[in-house]
């Protein structure tokens, strides 16, 4: 983990807006021997039970799914511009068919916590799980976005993990 500074979530300067919807991040779990990494663009920063907390989103059929729920934590590491390539192709493939991360260029490096990040990120937030659930189709309240975000009832699980560590560059 060279070349990272440990700062304090309240010390993150990024506009959270940009970050998730323009910039993407790779959502990581598992350990150093067996993990999987999927790019997301969907995610939510903020404060719930007074506790910095990430919330990350995983659909059913994606193979992270399982990592995410066999393992204690989870982490988002957000890149350059220069990895747009890198994240396209860990969105696009499966880990379950190759190995991405390596076709990516990344290299994974383990955490004081036994969670991966990637040594290129720019900022890294390593999350320990605290509420999982799955999104449920009869709360939606706007019938139309279950209907155009989930025509095959897939919905998302969702991960709100407690920020153990804010890594940045």
């Excluded at 994606?62 to 890198?86: C, D, H, I, V």
């Excluded at 396209?88 to 990344?106: H, M, N, P, W, Y």
């Amino acid at each position: 983990m060279k070349d990272f500074t440990k700062i304090k979530p309240t010390e993150i300067t990024d506009n959270v807006f940009k970050l998730l919807d323009k910039d993407w991040m790779l959502v990581t779990a598992g350990n150093i021997s067996k993990f999987n990494t999927m790019t997301a663009s969907w995610g939510h920063l903020g404060i719930m039970w007074n506790l910095p907390i990430a919330i990350a989103w995983i659909r059913p059929q994606r193979y992270t799914y399982g990592f995410a729920n066999r393992n204690n934590g989870y982490t988002l590491s957000f890149f350059t511009e220069e990895y747009r390539k890198a994240l396209q192709i860990c969105g696009t493939k499966s880990g379950r068919d190759c190995d991405k991360v390596a076709e990516a260029g990344l290299t994974p490096v383990e955490t004081d916590r036994g969670n991966v990040i990637f040594q290129e990120a720019r900022l890294v937030l390593e999350c320990r799980k605290v509420y999982v659930d799955d999104l449920k189709k009869d709360n939606f309240l706007l019938p139309k976005i279950a209907q155009k975000h989930y025509p095959g009832d897939d919905f998302h699980r969702f991960y709100m993990g407690e920020i153990m560590n804010v890594l940045s560059r």
